[in-house]
């Protein structure tokens, strides 16, 4: 079942990354206003020329770490379309490595992109989303739902999310905007990519079938592929999700589930 969204505006940010740009797609299929933010202008500008055809698309340059690019943001969005009805936040970086080597500059490089961006990005678009009885979904990560070794300021960052979710979903019940997060296992992205490259070393094969060897799927494991978490994001958006909020979703095939027979 799909649902038209016509009429709609949806604020992606890190549209130009794997998850923002599936979602992108997702949702200009679905005849939905377009407000794509990226730090990457380039990419942006394909995307945007890209989606033409299907809607009306507006790219605005943004790193959402700074709170003035983010005002900025959701103020471009309203002068352009009138309105904020659906905000997703992909925006995010990956940092691994052993806890004591974690620097200061990884710390706030990190937490400043995926959980500050994301609190102040929800902030900010609040107003809109309360006239419009709109929703966030946010991208956590299983690493949100549960610990996993050498990934701790990741970690944090995404644990912040999932339950920063879970109180501002609850702030604004009242006010019928829904909040909520997706909690994907590894999806076959950019930054996946770029984890396996640079955490590698020098063996990116290995360090994926590393990854997938922790799956409970065994040897028919597979990465998720990021449209399978764009159809997710466009369900929590969708009426039918109309009950759903302060919800962290696992899409993870089963990875934070629990204990596996080994
Ligand atoms: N890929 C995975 O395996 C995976 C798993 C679980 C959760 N996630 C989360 O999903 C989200 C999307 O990840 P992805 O795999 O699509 O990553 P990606 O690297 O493909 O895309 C991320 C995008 O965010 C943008 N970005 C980075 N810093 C920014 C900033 N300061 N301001 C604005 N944009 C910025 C990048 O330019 C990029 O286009 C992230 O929050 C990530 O943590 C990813």
């Known amino acids: ?36 933010a990226d730090l990457n202008a380039v990419r942006l500008e ?35 379309t009138d309105r904020i009805d659906v905000l997703i936040n992909t925006a995010g970086l990956w940092v691994e490595g052993p806890t004591e080597t974690m620097t200061e500059a990884d710390w706030d490089r990190v937490v400043d992109v995926n ?11 609040i107003p809109e989303l309360r006239k419009t009885q709109g929703c966030i979904v946010s991208l956590s990560s299983d690493c949100g739902v549960v610990g996993t070794p050498e990934t701790a300021i990741y970690t944090a960052s995404k644990g912040g999310v ?9 702030e604004l019940a009242g006010d ?28 990116p094969e290995g360090y994926f079938k ?10 028919k494991a597979r990465f998720i592929t990021p449209e399978e978490v764009a159809e997710l994001i466009f369900y929590l958006a969708s009426p039918p999700a109309a009950p759903i909020t302060g919800a962290n979703i696992s899409i993870d095939f089963g990875t934070s589930a629990g204990y596996g027979y080994e």
Do not use: H, W
């Open 1 to 36: 079942m799909t649902y038209e969204m016509t009429g709609k505006t949806v604020v992606i940010t890190g549209a130009g990354g794997g998850v923002g740009t599936a979602a992108a797609r997702r949702f200009a299929a679905a005849g939905a206003s377009l407000v794509l």
């Open 46 to 80: 394909e995307l945007a020329g890209e989606l033409a055809a299907l809607t009306t698309v507006y790219g605005v340059a943004c790193d959402v770490s700074s709170v003035a690019d983010v005002e900025n943001l959701m103020a471009e969005a309203v002068a352009e």
């Open 115 to 125: 959980l500050k961006g994301t609190f102040f990005c929800c902030s900010r678009a």
């Open 162 to 170: 999932s339950l920063f979710t879970k109180a501002l979903a609850l």
């Open 176 to 203: 019928l905007v829904r909040v909520n997060a997706v909690c994907p296992a590894d999806i076959m992205t950019p930054m996946l990519q770029y984890q396996a490259d640079t955490y590698g070393g020098g063996d």
């Open 210 to 219: 590393r990854l997938l060897g922790s799956y409970p799927q065994g040897e």
